[in-house]
């Protein structure tokens, strides 16, 4: 974002000189009050006390009242009330002298105790109660009730009116009011303190939405966010995280500046970047409304390069700053990639402090070449994609609940490796058959025919599944030991009825076939042969086969066992990740994939063909036909 350079400084200099000229306008209106009353109106102890207290509603007040000022106007109501004549109304001096008092010695002790509940007690007494407008206005009205009693109406009605007048012009703010040199609809502010290099504490009657991208006027301009409202004891205040340093905006603190929220914003920010964030993992303070999968970035200004990340945690924690406190929610995001013209591509950066960070909802791009797609990044318009070279030469796992979407992911990725090698889908499910229509497997197929084909193997399930992949070794161990061998994948639909984990076997001789099958697979990339695994629950599948998959699709997962074991794989972060997925929806890592890191993946549907005929492959499935996925 382009920093503003339209007339930085005009509207600070308009606000200067309309407070100016109310502060003016109020001390003439009681000169005039003064004089109607006595021939020497500067003698009059109530006017001093009047055009202060305008003077500081025209100047200071309501923006900033600090310890310091309120022990002065303490001291002052005290003077003024030892001093008045208190003739006719001593009761209301008395109560006068104790509030100034009690101001005086709450400033004090505020000012010489450490920090504490004390200390802040006493600064709460003292800034709220040790405003002119109160002391002032109170001491003022107690001499016009003084002069009314002592039978001088004239007298108290033109202290009383001249006072109120004076007020009236001294109050409010007449800068937006009347609408000087085109004011905008915001309010003035002043800086009280900043944090290197652009992160701003301003003083502050308005609330401002967070995430709303704002110019601050000062000594120049500089557009920003609003990253939040703190609560305070002297008022609101707002931090506001800027383009540029803050000590362009403002030279020291106590600066009077404008914030002016702009009409047209660039982006929609959705948090900002803050400590601890390093190039591959963000800590950021959200604004709002930002949940576990959702996808951000951050554009870096010189390169416009868009840096995603996908959020997968988020806690809440206090923040201080300044005597300011605020709970703030927090979440962790982890790097994707850059998005640029080539799609998502590798690559880290380190952000600026506070930058914006944005929704990544309309980001789109092509798939990055040597992938297929199999769904979009959640959270994104991106496509993400499958390596099927990468697929062909290891071993994948598709883990998740019955209906989350397990069957519908593994017919693409069927469709997308048959085209050129064999894939053979051992279902004893009856599913591959009768919804995705692939065509039986016998023996008269064979394994050297590339396509899909569908084998629903009888008997004991760990046996016949044994005796398969000890026959695609045999051939692929063949066709190594003379050259190239032909790209096989064998597909396990329900693995955990194939090869059940020790604890979940029949018998001992179930137990030697699934040892069997395992030491296959661990060998099967050398020859060609690849293996997608396809399970409800880890607990139940034996971890010598699981553990040999490089890349993973993780579907909604609720069970413990599961869960630990993909926490081990995917990170501790994602843990809850998993067990808040919708339908359709899986935590993707590996190297078969279009990202470096686990992602949250919007997965593709799959459109199911016609029903197909009865079977043809020897043996009969298991269990009835199901659709659930």
């Keep these: 974002m382009p920093r503003s350079t339209d007339r930085p400084s005009e509207r600070p200099a308009w606000i200067r000189r309309v407070r100016v000229f109310q502060a003016l306008a109020a001390t ?179 609330r401002y939405t967070p995430g709303a991208y704002v110019e601050v006027h000062g000594v120049t301009a500089s557009r920003g966010v609003v990253v939040g409202n703190l609560a305070h004891k002297g008022g609101n205040r707002i931090q506001v995280a800027l383009e540029e340093p803050w000590h362009e905006v403002a030279d020291s603190s106590g600066q009077q500046c404008e914030v002016v929220t702009l009409s047209h914003p660039p982006a929609r920010a959705v948090a900002f970047v803050s400590e601890g964030s390093t190039d591959r993992v963000l800590s950021l303070r959200p604004f709002g409304g930002l949940v ?113 979407g397990k069957s519908t992911v593994a017919r693409r990725l069927i469709d997308l490796m048959s085209s050129a090698s064999v894939v053979v889908s051992l279902d004893g499910t009856g599913e591959y058959r009768a919804r995705f229509g692939l065509p039986a497997w016998n023996d008269a197929v064979g394994l050297t025919t590339p396509g899909a084909w569908v084998y629903e193997p009888a008997g004991v399930p760990a046996l016949r599944v044994s005796e398969f992949i000890k026959m695609a070794m045999t051939q692929a161990a063949a066709e190594y030991a003379v050259g190239d061998p032909l790209r096989r994948t064998v597909l396990l639909e329900e693995a955990h009825s194939y090869l059940p984990e020790w604890n979940f076997v029949a018998d001992r001789n179930e137990s030697s076939y699934v040892a069997q099958s395992c030491r296959y697979i661990l060998q099967a990339r050398k020859f060609g042969l690849s293996f997608i695994l396809v399970s409800q629950r880890t607990a139940v599948i034996s971890k010598s086969a699981l553990s040999q998959c490089e890349s993973y699709i993780a579907l909604r997962t609720l069970d413990a066992t599961s869960l630990e074991y993909l926490e081990g794989v995917l990170g501790s972060q994602f843990r809850e990740t998993v067990s808040g997925l919708q339908r359709y929806q899986a935590v993707c890592a590996g190297p078969a994939f279009s990202t470096s890191t686990p992602v949250v993946v919007n997965l593709d549907p799959y459109p199911a063909p016609p029903p197909a005929g009865p079977p043809t492959s020897t043996g009969a499935p298991t269990t009835a036909s199901h659709t659930g996925v």
């Design 28 to 206: 003439a209106i009681l000169l005039v009050a003064a004089s109607n009353v006595s021939s020497e109106p500067l003698a009059q102890w109530w006017f001093w006390v009047a055009a202060t207290t305008a003077l500081t509603l025209a100047l200071v007040e309501p923006y900033y009242t600090g310890v310091q000022a309120a022990m002065l106007f303490g001291a002052a109501g005290l003077a003024a009330g030892l001093t008045a004549d208190r003739a006719g109304v001593e009761p209301l001096w008395i109560g006068h002298v104790v509030l100034a008092g009690a101001v005086f010695v709450a400033a004090l002790t505020a000012l010489a105790s450490q920090p504490g509940r004390l200390r802040d007690g006493s600064r709460w007494v003292a800034t709220r109660f040790g405003r002119p407008l109160w002391l002032g206005l109170s001491a003022v009205t107690i001499e016009a009730l003084r002069q009314a009693a002592s039978g001088a109406p004239t007298i108290a009605m033109t202290l009383a009116g001249g006072t109120l007048a004076a007020v009236l012009v001294a109050a409010p703010d007449w800068y937006r009011l009347v609408g000087v040199a085109q004011p905008a609809p915001d309010g003035i502010a002043i800086f009280e303190t900043a944090v290197e290099p652009n992160l701003m504490l301003l003083a502050t009657d308005r």
């Design 292 to 404: 576990r999968g959702d996808t951000v970035y951050w554009e870096e200004a010189t390169s416009g390069a868009r840096y995603l990340y996908q959020v997968v945690a988020r806690e809440l924690a206090r923040e201080m700053w300044d005597a300011s406190s605020v709970v703030t929610e927090r979440a962790t995001a982890v790097l994707l990639g850059a998005a640029g013209p080539g799609g998502l591509t590798p690559g880290t950066a380190l952000p600026a402090p506070y930058v914006p960070v944005l929704s990544a909802d309309e980001v789109t791009g092509p798939l990055a070449p040597g992938f297929e797609r199999i769904g979009t990044i959640a959270g994104t318009a991106l496509p993400f994609g499958v390596s099927v070279a990468q697929l062909r030469g290891h071993h994948l796992a598709i883990l998740g609940m019955s209906g989350m």
